[in-house]
């Protein structure tokens, strides 16, 4: 790395990649290395296609799509520098009838995006990632927890279904880690670290967090009497760092967020109306997973979907816009292999020998201790590319058709829900993400000069 002082930068050695092309054991090592497979070396096995029946009745009267999006932008920018995280994110309630319609126009007017019926809106946090202290906290560390504690306790108000109800997150949040949903509900969830970067607790020991001993939503360490709160079950402590900053959670904060409104609003539906649960279709924008230090959560999530499943019925598809899924799938559209309506199911040893690297022949299942679903790729009868996951009892290995529960229901809709204005996109994701999406010009920069003020006052 090269130094700088007063805007003067040290210049590189213009001939010391040489050094790097004449040393055999970094060519021997990039002589080893393997590429993403192209389209003429790829094989799909027949068994691991399926057709599209698009001949089933179809229950779908709404759909609800979720999506969200960040925007990182300085308040200091000499040193030291200081910075934030504005997160946006939100749901739309749309009924199918009017997106069918919309869907099949060349051209849609505002008077027909004024046809659709915003119901959540966007949910807004503001969260502290570099050299920021919030209130009386005395580190980085606890200024985010913080405020994301104090977020998911807010009282948000929400119009669904002719109903308007009054949520926390925080209450959502409880409700699914303790499966109050369910009649055998926990009493106990286990944590597996204390924020407390200086508790004593042994390595391998846990922390029970006991329902009966929560206060305000907030815990005591056993060895440490720390305050734990009930949000530091995402764990999201683990990954900042005092000097580096928070930039590491981001993404997985921002995945957790989508996740939970998603649990909020099906909440909702099973306490004021369950049989709208037979009606609607869930889109969650990305995969149905939790990654990083929130993985533990998959478990939570997959308990509630097949409490679903059991006594209700559940809607539910995740899509994903980019990530090497996409790539793939973009590689194989032009296969003569995968016809149009073909429903690629993506087992385990598929992914490991063509999309990600891992052992295709492995025993575990791709995703088992993250997705609360498995993956397809879909090829719609207009030849767009679908990636999704789609919600199941548990991960498999090699999952048929069969094991996927309303598949050719819930296709059919995202076939229908088709929009011509990017590549493989559906109408309603591409209005939310209108809605809630933060560009980087200007709306990083107006960002910018609004927290300065008011830093600055």
Same mark, same amino acid.
């Given at each position: 790395?090269?130094?700088?002082?007063?805007?003067?930068?040290?210049?590189?050695?213009?001939?010391?990649?040489?050094?790097?092309?004449?040393?055999?054991?970094?060519?021997?090592?990039?002589?080893?290395?393997?590429?993403?497979?192209?389209?003429?070396?790829?094989?799909?096995?027949?068994?691991?296609?399926?057709?599209?029946?698009?001949?089933?009745?179809?229950?779908?009267?709404?759909?609800? $799509?979720?999506?969200?999006?960040?925007? %990182?932008?300085?308040?200091?920018?000499? #040193?030291?520098?200081? +910075?934030?995280?504005?997160?946006?994110?939100?749901? @739309?309630?749309?009924?199918?009838?009017? @997106?069918?319609?919309?869907?099949?126009?060349?051209?849609?007017?505002?008077?027909?995006?004024?046809?659709?019926?915003?119901?959540?809106?966007?949910?807004?946090?503001?969260?502290?990632?570099?050299?920021?202290?919030?209130?009386?906290?005395?580190?980085?560390?606890?200024?985010?927890?913080?405020?994301? !504690?104090?977020?998911?306790?807010?009282? =948000?108000?929400?119009?669904?279904?002719?109903?308007?109800?009054?949520?926390? =997150?925080?209450?959502? =949040?409880?409700?699914?880690? !303790?499966?109050?949903?369910?009649?055998?509900?926990?009493?106990?969830?286990?944590?597996?670290?204390?924020?407390?970067?200086?508790?004593?607790?042994?390595?391998?020991? %846990?922390?029970?967090?006991? &329902? /009966?001993?929560?206060?305000?939503?907030?815990?005591?360490?056993?060895?440490?009497?720390?305050?734990?709160?009930?949000?530091?079950?995402?764990?999201?402590?683990?990954?900042?760092? +005092?000097?580096?900053?928070?930039?590491?959670?981001? %993404? =997985?904060? @921002?995945?957790?967020?989508?996740?939970?409104?998603?649990?909020?609003?099906?909440?909702?539906?099973?306490?004021?109306?369950?049989?709208?649960?037979?009606?609607?279709? #869930?889109?969650?924008?990305?995969?149905?997973?939790? !990654?990083?230090?929130?993985?533990?959560?998959?478990? /939570?999530?997959?308990?509630?979907?097949?409490?679903?499943?059991?006594?209700?019925?559940?809607? @539910?598809?995740?899509?994903? &816009?980019?990530?090497?899924?996409?790539?793939?799938?973009? +590689?194989?559209?032009? /296969?003569?292999?995968?016809?149009?309506?073909?429903?690629?199911?993506?087992?385990?040893?598929?992914?490991?020998?063509?999309?990600?690297?891992?052992?295709?022949?492995?025993?575990?299942?791709?995703?088992?201790?993250?997705?609360?679903?498995?993956?397809?790729?879909?090829?719609?009868?207009? +030849?767009?590319?679908?990636?999704?996951?789609?919600?199941?009892?548990?991960?498999?290995?090699?999952?048929?058709?069969?094991? #996927?529960?309303?598949?050719?229901?819930?296709?059919?809709?995202?076939?229908?829900?088709?929009?011509?204005?990017?590549?493989?996109?559906?109408?309603?994701? $591409?209005?939310?993400?209108?809605?809630?999406?933060?560009?980087?010009?200007?709306?990083?920069?107006?960002?910018?000069?609004? /927290?300065?003020?008011?830093?600055?006052?």
């Amino acid at each position: 790395m090269a130094y700088s002082k007063n805007n003067r930068i040290e210049l590189a050695n213009k001939a010391s990649h040489s050094y790097i092309i004449q040393d055999e054991i970094v060519g021997e090592f990039i002589k080893n290395c393997k590429l993403p497979k192209k389209v003429t070396d790829i094989t799909i096995e027949p068994r691991d296609v399926a057709s599209l029946d698009r001949d089933q009745v179809n229950p779908i009267e709404h759909v609800i $799509v979720i999506d969200g999006g960040t925007s %990182t932008v300085p308040v200091r920018e000499e #040193f030291p520098s200081s +910075e934030f995280t504005f997160i946006q994110f939100g749901a @739309l309630k749309f009924e199918n009838s009017d @997106l069918e319609y919309l869907s099949e126009q060349q051209f849609i007017g505002p008077e027909d995006i004024s046809k659709l019926k915003e119901d959540f809106g966007r949910l807004k946090l503001a969260v502290p990632i570099k050299n920021i202290i919030y209130k009386e906290e005395y580190s980085l560390l606890d200024s985010v927890r913080k405020s994301i !504690f104090e977020f998911f306790c807010q009282d =948000f108000t929400f119009d669904l279904f002719e109903e308007v109800v009054e949520e926390k =997150f925080i209450d959502a =949040f409880k409700w699914l880690i !303790f499966e109050e949903y369910s009649a055998t509900e926990l009493t106990t969830y286990t944590l597996g670290s204390c924020p407390n970067p200086n508790c004593l607790k042994p390595e391998r020991a %846990t922390i029970p967090l006991k &329902k /009966s001993e929560m206060n305000d939503y907030t815990f005591k360490c056993p060895y440490c009497d720390s305050k734990i709160y009930l949000t530091d079950v995402f764990r999201l402590h683990e990954l900042i760092d +005092e000097d580096i900053g928070a930039f590491r959670i981001i %993404t =997985f904060l @921002l995945r957790a967020l989508e996740q939970m409104l998603l649990v909020l609003i099906l909440k909702i539906i099973l306490e004021t109306n369950p049989v709208y649960l037979k009606k609607t279709l #869930f889109i969650q924008d990305g995969p149905l997973a939790f !990654f990083a230090q929130t993985a533990k959560l998959f478990a /939570s999530m997959q308990k509630l979907i097949n409490h679903l499943f059991d006594h209700h019925d559940l809607f @539910l598809i995740g899509l994903e &816009k980019s990530g090497v899924f996409v790539d793939h799938a973009e +590689e194989i559209s032009k /296969s003569p292999q995968l016809n149009p309506g073909d429903i690629l199911i993506l087992d385990t040893k598929y992914i490991y020998k063509y999309i990600k690297p891992g052992d295709p022949s492995t025993a575990e299942p791709f995703g088992r201790s993250t997705y609360y679903g498995n993956k397809i790729i879909f090829k719609s009868k207009e +030849e767009k590319m679908y990636v999704a996951t789609l919600a199941m009892n548990e991960t498999m290995l090699s999952p048929n058709k069969e094991d #996927f529960r309303n598949l050719d229901i819930i296709l059919t809709n995202i076939e229908n829900l088709k929009c011509e204005l990017y590549n493989d996109a559906i109408l309603p994701l $591409v209005l939310v993400n209108r809605l809630v999406s933060l560009s980087d010009r200007p709306g990083s920069t107006i960002l910018g000069n609004f /927290s300065k003020k008011i830093i600055d006052n």
